[in-house]
């Protein structure tokens, strides 16, 4: 029975974004294993039948000591489990992972960039100083004959072949992590006011100062409107905003925080508009969630977000860093109830289509049998 060994940072992320592929995995008759900083979802992985091997792991860069710790610990793990496959997510397991699989002759990666991230994008000098390391190492460690890198966009793609960080030949475009278009099912608009609901980490690169100061212009002209921000800080990541930022804005009396949320479906069913200013995306998954539940979208005009926002079809595509532009799109909502629900029709049409978690799992299936036809069987897997 192939091992697959999923490399993702935090079990919550795994949970959230790559469970559907396991389970796929799990049912084609792979053993599954995942590597994780576990929190609150090891036993849960475990019901699914899932090996669970822990790892003390930051998604973002410490000391480094502490970095050359966590690499040691990933080394270890690779060469104890000995996969047949890893699947590995985010820059850093990337990073880490493709460089421990040399070490440990895992021979079979693959790799999946959710949107080239804070790494490749952040304007701060600590990731403007790593970049080059970080991009050089992936021409080195990403170019091998039995692995592929998931990118969610066609910008991606094009962006990394173009700067020759990965073999054209080894991307592969698989757009988003699904979505249970079951879970997340269409519901009849709540009464007014309108709500706005951006769903995310709170990071800065979200948009989330540009959301707040469209709210507060609509505010001041009048609009009866609520503006709500679900999700938490992620103190991992160095974009993230300060929970007193976060509450100070919820103190102002316009901007409600409602924190990280469990049951994201009942907030779409609570809201009228899904809204997400980004700067930088793979595909994200909170608006495919809002679009499988019929809510209409304003996204930014970016790789990504424009993937599942087609403007004027299922939402409003407005610049980025533009809050007066925000403002404009989120006004032309609240006065036209007619057009929310046929572009959340539209959204829901769209995610049945090519969006859904049973068309994301397969196409990722198709890339392990293809990669694990082509390499004989690894060694057995040292007991544990």
């Not at 424009?306 to 532009?325: M, Q, S, T």
């Amino acid at each position: 029975m192939p091992r697959v060994l999923f490399f993702v940072g935090a079990d919550w992320y795994f949970w959230s974004h790559r469970l559907t592929i396991a389970r796929a995995a799990r049912d084609a008759g792979y053993e599954v294993l995942v590597l994780t900083h576990v929190d609150r979802f090891g036993e849960s992985m475990r019901q699914e039948g899932f090996t669970v091997v822990p790892i003390e792991f930051v998604r973002g860069f410490g000391s480094f000591f502490y970095e050359l710790k966590a690499f040691l610990a990933v080394a270890r793990a690779y060469r104890r489990v000995r996969p047949d496959l890893v699947h590995q997510v985010s820059p850093k397991c990337i990073l880490y992972g493709s460089l421990a699989a040399r070490l440990s002759g895992v021979r079979v990666l693959v790799n999946t960039l959710p949107g080239l991230g804070y790494l490749f994008t952040s304007r701060q000098w600590r990731s403007r100083l790593l970049r080059p390391f970080v991009t050089n190492a992936f021409r080195l460690l990403l170019a091998g004959r039995h692995t592929r890198v998931i990118v969610q966009n066609p910008d991606d793609r094009k962006d990394l072949a173009r700067r020759r960080v990965v073999p054209e030949r080894n991307l592969v475009l698989i757009r988003g992590s699904g979505v249970d278009t079951a879970r997340f099912a269409p519901s009849p608009e709540p009464p007014s006011p309108v709500l706005f609901a951006l769903v995310s980490r709170m990071l800065e690169g979200k948009g989330i100062s540009e959301f707040v100061e469209a709210a507060r212009i609509l505010r001041e002209t009048g609009a009866a409107a609520r503006f709500v921000l679900v999700g938490g800080p992620d103190s991992q990541n160095p974009d993230s905003l300060k929970p007193e930022q976060l509450e100070a804005w919820n103190g102002e009396g316009f901007i409600e925080w409602w924190g990280k949320r469990d049951d994201v479906e009942r907030v779409w069913a609570a809201a009228h508009v899904a809204v997400l200013p980004s700067y930088d995306e793979g595909i994200p998954k909170s608006l495919l969630e809002a679009a499988a539940c019929g809510r209409p979208i304003v996204a930014t005009d970016i790789p990504g977000c424009r993937e599942i926002v087609r403007d004027g079809e299922n939402g409003l595509l407005i610049p980025p860093r533009d809050a007066p532009a925000l403002a404009v799109a989120m006004k032309r909502l609240i006065a036209d109830a007619a057009l929310r629900q046929s572009l959340g029709r539209r959204g829901r049409e769209i995610v049945l289509a090519e969006f859904s978690d049973a068309i994301v799992a397969e196409k990722t299936m198709e890339v392990y049998r293809a990669l694990l036809g082509s390499v004989p069987a690894a060694p057995a897997a040292t007991p544990r």
